[in-house]
């Protein structure tokens, strides 16, 4: 009953680094999705893919970049950390439609120094 | 741009006592009311509510929407320490391909024994 499943749990990093967060989900959903949660803020909306191959834009995504090469996995980077990245991430997943549940990873905490 | 507001903000009650969270929106070509609740780590869906009126109902928590007046509630009877947690809403805009998601800044309960 993996789910959706993200790693690294958590991650330091200095100012100027890179990362790559990595979500994997086995319920074969069409739809995936990068959020950040930060204090008083709710979830916000990195990116996005509907489909293996694509990705989008959402709210706030600057600073980031995705790649969803398999339909499994969905990859969130960080070329050059700042401190304003520091975040508890989330990634989701869903299945096709308009709108439905989402199913969450257990997120990922990541300070930038 | 889409908004949803959650109220309160935290809320302390003891076991046993009944309450009332709250989620007001507006959110473009409006399709869905989606709740969660958030322990420490992923968040896990609750209701999804599409019509006005109906209520929906799991145990000891229920929520009902109101289109009309753009808002939903989430009603926990006889409290227990375990409904501790964020609770989340989210509002769904229908007109997107994605079915793009607005969150509330959550609202956090505690339940003392």
């Known amino acids: 009953n993996a789910g959706v499943t993200q790693t690294p749990k958590f991650r330091v990093l200095k100012t100027g680094q890179s990362m790559t967060l990595l979500c994997a989900q086995d319920?074969?959903?069409?739809?995936m999705y990068w959020y950040r949660q930060d204090p008083g803020m709710g979830l916000r909306l990195i990116h996005y893919s509907v489909g293996e191959g694509t990705t989008a834009k959402g709210e706030v995504p600057d600073g980031y970049n995705v790649s969803r090469l398999k339909k499994q996995n969905f990859l969130l980077g960080l070329e050059s950390a700042a401190p304003s990245q520091t975040s508890v991430y989330f990634c989701?997943?869903?299945?096709?439609?308009?709108?439905?549940?989402?199913?969450f990873g257990e997120g990922s905490r990541l300070t930038v120094l | 741009e889409d908004k949803v507001v959650q109220s309160p903000l935290s809320l302390v009650v003891h076991e046993g006592d009944t309450v009332t969270l709250n989620c007001s929106y507006e959110?473009?070509?409006?399709?869905?009311l989606l709740w969660y609740k958030q322990e420490k780590k992923a968040p896990t869906f609750l209701f999804m509510l599409?019509?006005?009126?109906i209520e929906k109902k799991s145990g000891r928590l229920s929520s009902i929407l109101d289109k009309k007046e753009l808002f939903s509630i989430l009603n926990i009877t006889a409290t227990q320490t375990g409904d501790s947690a964020v609770y989340l809403c989210a509002g769904a805009d229908g007109g997107t391909s994605y079915g793009k998601l607005t969150f509330g800044q959550g609202t956090i309960l505690t339940v003392h024994p």
């Open positions: 989701a997943s869903r299945k096709p439609g308009l709108a439905g549940e989402l199913f």
């Open positions: 599409t019509s006005s009126g």
């Open positions: 959110v473009t070509n409006f399709r869905s």
């Open positions: 319920m074969n959903h069409e739809y």
